[in-house]
């Protein structure tokens, strides 16, 4: 099956600082690779995504780039802001098992004032 | 108002006393999935529908079971809860089941077995 690892598992950082987090996976077949953010207590939600056919995605201060062929993708979050401050997920689905989701372990990232 | 509701929130319960988690999505969607989430494990799936009447194990079905009669519904059922058990249960859904898409979380779900 899938696995999917996420480093660095905690990310401290300066605010205004750039921050990257990276996954990589095992299923050359996945093809959907999502991004979620969890604030302490709430439930994950999509920050960005991204499927094979692309290399890089962006959305204002946050990108993600896709490495197919090293089975590794990244989150790029600029200008890192306190209220970035949260548990970000890495996912890769839509491969062998079509319905199949998995999650990295997550990063918690915490941006100082 | 677009949403996934689960019930209950908290829920403290004994070894082997039957429980069921309802899930409900008013989105039309396809698919709906189950996952647990402990403290450094991340989400991990328990099991998940493609659609009505369709169901596959995840990573973690053991000690689970669910069902999907309609397409809002999807529960979860713990049929001899044991303390291992014990943790965040997330309910999420998605749009299509063909193209996988971004996935709706509910609220979770704070299971305690004792």
């Known amino acids: 099956g899938e696995n999917v690892e996420q480093h660095p598992s905690t990310l401290s950082v300066q605010e205004g600082d750039s921050a990257v987090i990276k996954c990589t996976y095992s299923d050359s077949a996945s093809n959907y690779f999502p991004w979620y953010k969890q604030e302490l207590g709430k439930r994950p939600q999509l920050i960005i995504d991204?499927?094979?056919?692309?290399g890089e995605k962006k959305d204002q201060r946050i990108a993600v780039t896709l490495n197919k062929t090293a089975k590794h993708f990244s989150l790029h979050i600029t200008e890192t802001q306190p209220e970035d401050s949260a548990v970000y997920f890495c996912a890769a689905s839509g491969g062998t098992n079509a319905g199949k989701s998995t999650f990295g372990d997550g990063t918690t990232l915490t941006v100082k004032p | 108002e677009a949403q996934v509701t689960q019930n209950p929130r908290y829920l403290i319960t004994v070894t082997g006393k039957k429980l069921t988690v309802t899930c409900s999505q008013n989105m039309n969607h396809e698919y709906m999935s189950w996952y647990r989430q402990d403290p450094g494990l991340g989400l991990r799936q328990i099991y998940y529908s493609m659609n009505v009447e369709v169901t596959d194990k995840g990573d973690v079905p053991e000690g689970y079971k669910v069902s999907r009669k309609e397409k809002r519904n999807f529960p979860l059922i713990l049929e001899s809860p044991s303390p291992n058990q014990t943790s965040l249960y997330f309910c999420a859904s998605s749009f299509s089941a063909r193209v996988v898409g971004e996935q709706y979380f509910g609220p979770g779900t704070r299971l305690t077995v004792t």
């Open positions: 991204i499927r094979s056919n692309v």
